[in-house]
């Protein structure tokens, strides 16, 4: 009997079980150990299921703690939209993303919220940044920081991602000014004028902004919004153009936590290496990993050809402005580039959180994040499922947001307008597509405290959408 009809049998009992409620949402299952000896499996055949489990978004891994069921996996309903393949074309600007822009960073409901206490993470890394400002020394004011940034912080990066499963050396890093900054880098150095960008769709907005100031055209690849960007689509689409490169979040794909399985992830590759184009890696979201932190793509990078962006942004703070790259076999022009685009980047700043990662601080950070990040994404799915019509939304392994699909007559667009009136700044979902579409879909943040002020905005929610009449 083979190691995979094992695995496969305990996946399908375990499957039974949470479908039967024999363990119930939010209940742990049995440890590791004890489904190895209820089923004389090996431990390799127990996690294997259970991870297999975890991607479908029906377990959740708790570092320490062992699996559990997700929130009520039967009952809710994951968001079906789907794109549609259409011939590339260039991006055209977009009035609302400068407007929620302008009001935020578009990431929530409401953007002057002030209240709340500083994280204890946040505290400690402000105090090293600060032990790392009294401790500058001389003249090295008088000079900019080598382009590719400062080796101390370079070391711990190469350490974090080499946990990962991918071991990187400080040499193919290079620290940028957060993690859009180093997308502009990778389509910089791998594209030209006129050339066409696969993104998932929806994706992420500031990579639609950047495709239009290159002057890039876009194809849009439809994407699952639980397993991310469709390979049979995406195939499909090289087949029939020429595509320079493509932009894809493997963990935790903005605008609903989509999270790209293995086998997704070797077929990307090998069809890179087919069609001999560019990846470039958004692995922003990471870090936020409820359970099981994904490998990277660039792990199975056998051909040198996976540029992996990422920044302090989503964990630690969208203020510092720090992200990194490593430029595959463009990372000499990357360096290039951004000692033309940014001269250099603050010292103090990379030494005081590298001092912050040496000490152990974002490893404590990231797993207390972790913890209230799994409480506010419940909390907010609950909710939702609370309105007065039944409505689908996705749930995130990771990420920092939920996507919501309203019936199809809603118009987001409208209650956008209306929201503003009321004070509440939405993430319409046509914001994550060029060609105008997810026109009854929206994101929202699961990022920010569940506090009074966010329990109010979110009860105005049904309103703003409109959702009582329908
Ligand atoms: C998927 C994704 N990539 C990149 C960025 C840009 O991040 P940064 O603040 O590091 O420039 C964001 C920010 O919202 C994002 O959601």
Redesign the pocket.
């Known amino acids: 009997m083979s190691s995979e009809y094992l695995y496969q049998r305990l996946e399908s009992w375990l499957r039974q079980g949470i479908e039967e409620q024999r363990w119930h949402p939010g209940e742990r299952l049995p440890s590791i150990r004890d489904l190895c000896r209820q089923h004389q499996l090996s431990k390799a055949t127990v996690q294997h299921a259970l991870q297999r489990l975890e991607v479908q978004g029906m377990l959740e891994a708790r570092p320490k703690a062992g699996y559990f069921v997700v929130l009520q996996p039967a009952a809710v309903k994951e968001p079906v939209s789907r794109s549609r393949i259409e011939a590339p074309r260039p991006v055209t600007g977009s009035d609302l993303l400068l407007d929620i822009m302008r009001r935020s960073?578009a990431?929530d409901l409401l953007p002057d919220l002030h209240a709340g206490d500083l994280p204890a993470g946040i505290v400690t890394l402000n105090r090293a940044v600060a032990r790392s400002l009294r401790r500058q020394r001389g003249e090295l004011s008088q000079y900019y920081d080598e382009p590719e940034g400062d080796l101390s912080l370079r070391q711990q990066l190469a350490l974090h991602l080499s946990r990962r499963g991918w071991p990187v050396d400080t040499d193919e890093l290079c620290v940028t000014s957060?993690?859009?900054?180093a997308?502009f880098l990778a389509l910089m150095a791998t594209c030209e004028s006129g050339d066409v960008v696969a993104v998932e769709s929806p994706g992420?907005y500031?990579v639609l902004q950047l495709l239009e100031q290159l002057n890039l055209q876009v194809v849009e690849v439809p994407t699952s919004i639980s397993t991310g960007m469709d390979m049979d689509a995406l195939e499909e689409v090289l087949k029939r153009w020429k595509v320079k490169a493509c932009v894809v979040?493997p963990a935790f794909s903005?605008p609903g936590g989509a999270l790209m399985p293995d086998r997704s992830k070797h077929r990307l590759i090998a069809l890179a290496d087919r069609y001999d184009l560019a990846l470039i890696e958004?692995d922003?979201?990471a870090d936020t990993a409820l359970g099981t932190v994904p490998d990277p793509l660039k792990k199975l990078d056998t051909d040198n050809r996976v540029i992996l962006c990422s920044?302090f942004?989503k964990t630690l703070s969208?203020d510092l402005r720090l992200?990194w790259i490593s430029g595959a076999r463009w990372h000499a022009r990357i360096i290039h580039l951004k000692l033309v685009t940014q001269l250099a980047s603050s010292r103090y700043l990379q030494q005081g959180v590298a001092e912050f990662m040496r000490d152990g601080s974002f490893a404590t950070h990231l797993r207390r994040q972790r913890n209230d990040l799994r409480e506010r994404r419940d909390q907010l799915i609950s909710y939702i499922r609370s309105w007065p019509l039944e409505v689908r939304v996705s749930q995130p392994l990771g990420g920092l947001a939920v996507w919501v699909e309203l019936p199809e007559q809603v118009d987001v667009l409208k209650a956008y307008a209306r929201g503003l009136q009321r004070g509440v700044v939405i993430t319409p979902g046509p914001l994550f597509s060029v060609s105008g579409q997810f026109t009854y879909c929206l994101r929202i943040s699961f990022a920010h405290p569940w506090d009074e002020r966010r329990i109010a905005a979110l009860q105005l929610l049904p309103e703003i959408l409109d959702l009582n009449k329908k």
């Open positions: 960073a990431f957060g993690c859009q900054h997308l992420f500031g979040s903005t958004d922003i979201y920044s942004s969208r992200g």
